[in-house]
């Protein structure tokens, strides 16, 4: 069981684009604090070293935060991937993933193009497919592993 979300639909469920969350900011200051790092240790050996590193310090948050920018953007208009194993279901966005272990699902259900899992806690979860992805396959996997004939 792999597949990767239709891209619009992906990107029209998410959490919407924010130059200032918490997650680019952490990034920019990263990438920032790596170009400071390499700009001292490159200018430690040149003889005007303090004039130098005024004429030169704008490079590290310049780069930083443009880089953070960057990897920001890619990571957002990626969309979600599906995958399974034998610990459970794998939601991979970007850098983050989510595993929904087999043990917490309780049933689901194919809904048009989309799959609804049912957790222990009576949360629901929605996983959209593809048009050209063959729901028996799914079905079979998750029958196998939460023990369930739910769909």
């Not at 969350?21 to 790596?34: D, E, Y």
């Not at 969309?79 to 699902?105: H, M, N, Q, T």
Request: aromatic residues 14%; positive net charge; hydrophobic residues 50%.
């Amino acid at each position: 069981m792999k597949w990767t979300e239709p891209w619009f639909e992906s990107i029209k469920n998410q959490e919407k684009f924010n130059l200032f969350s918490i997650l680019l900011l952490k990034s920019g200051l990263m990438w920032t604090v790596l170009f400071l790092a390499l700009v001292f240790v490159v200018l430690v050996s040149k003889d005007n070293f303090k004039d130098l590193i005024v004429q030169r310090v704008w490079i590290a948050p310049t780069f930083g935060f443009g880089i953070a920018l960057i990897l920001y953007i890619v990571r957002w208009l990626s969309p979600f991937k599906i995958d399974s194993g034998p610990r459970g279901i794998l939601r991979i966005k970007g850098d983050s993933f989510v595993l929904l272990p087999w043990s917490e699902i309780t049933s689901y259900e194919f809904n048009n193009q989309k799959l609804t899992l049912i957790l222990n806690d009576t949360n629901k979860m929605d996983f959209l497919l593809p048009k050209n992805i063959v729901k028996e396959t799914i079905k079979v996997e998750l029958d196998e592993n939460i023990g369930k004939n739910c769909g």
